[in-house]
T-cell receptor, first 115, second 110 residues
Framework: GAGVSQTPSNKVTEKGKYVELRCDPISGHTALYWYRQSLGQGPEFLIYFQGTGAADDSGLPNDRFFAVRPEGSVSTLKIQRTERGDSAVYLC?????????????FGPGTRLTVL | KNEVEQSPQNLTAQEGEFITINCSYSVGISALHWLQQHPGGGIVSLFMLSSGKKKHGRLIATINIQEKHSSLHITASHPRDSAVYICAARRGTSGSRLTFGEGTQLTVNP
């Protein structure tokens, strides 16, 4: 079956612009995670969805970042007024377990470059 | 001090060598994950363990809960094992956010 997919694979934008990054989790996975990975570092947690609701958004760096998952499947990470420091690979992962536990399956990531 | 620390940061080995990558964590966890990341960013989950030892092919992962330490071993290493290996701690039984180490860049030379 299909794995986690993310679109676009690459996004180049200018400082101050708005971007949306999309994640399609594995069908049936109720848990969905967004992470951000800067060059040379390990990923860092942004937000976790259980179904349609954000169960933990404590990793979002500021109010320019927002994510939704309206139907409990596809999720969109939205970044307003992008800054150069937002440049990173944004990773999405999904997990089958209802309580958010279990193995996480990662997508290929979206490389965001803010000029 | 990071909650999850890995060593070494970089490791170069010759094909066939036995490799060990270490991970220490300072928080209570419900599970520890070992992940592999190849150039281009794709991350693959290798192991998820909460106690003892797991083996898959040439890969072995161990964890010592009391010492808050885990190791990933690769036997008979091969150039295709070259990648970044990341350990990540899962805290608690719900929420399951992962806290990642910074990764170990492994290069296996033929």
């Amino acid at each position: 079956g299909a794995g986690v997919s993310q679109t676009p694979s690459n996004k180049v934008t200018e400082k101050g612009k708005y971007v949306e990054l999309r994640c399609d989790p594995i069908s049936g996975h109720t848990a969905l995670y967004w992470y951000r990975q800067s060059l040379g570092q390990g990923p860092e947690f942004l937000i976790y969805f259980q179904g349609t609701g954000a169960a933990d958004d404590s990793g979002l760096p500021n109010d320019r970042f927002f994510a939704v998952r309206p139907e409990g499947s596809v999720s969109t990470l939205k970044i307003q007024r992008t800054e150069r420091g937002d440049s990173a690979v944004y990773l999405c992962a999904s997990s089958l377990a209802g309580n958010g536990g279990g193995e996480q399956f990662f997508g290929p990531g979206t490389r965001l470059t803010v000029l | 001090k990071n909650e999850v620390e890995q060593s070494p940061q970089n490791l170069t080995a010759q094909e066939g060598e036995f490799i060990t990558i270490n991970c220490s964590y300072s928080v209570g966890i419900s599970a520890l994950h070992w992940l592999q990341q190849h150039p281009g960013g794709g991350i693959v989950s290798l192991f998820m363990l909460s106690s003892g030892k797991k083996k898959h092919g040439r890969l072995i992962a161990t964890i010592n809960i009391q010492e808050k330490h885990s190791s990933l071993h690769i036997t008979a290493s091969h150039p295709r094992d070259s990648a970044v290996y990341i350990c990540a701690a899962r805290r608690g039984t719900s929420g399951s956010r992962l806290t990642f180490g910074e990764g170990t860049q492994l290069t296996v030379n033929p």
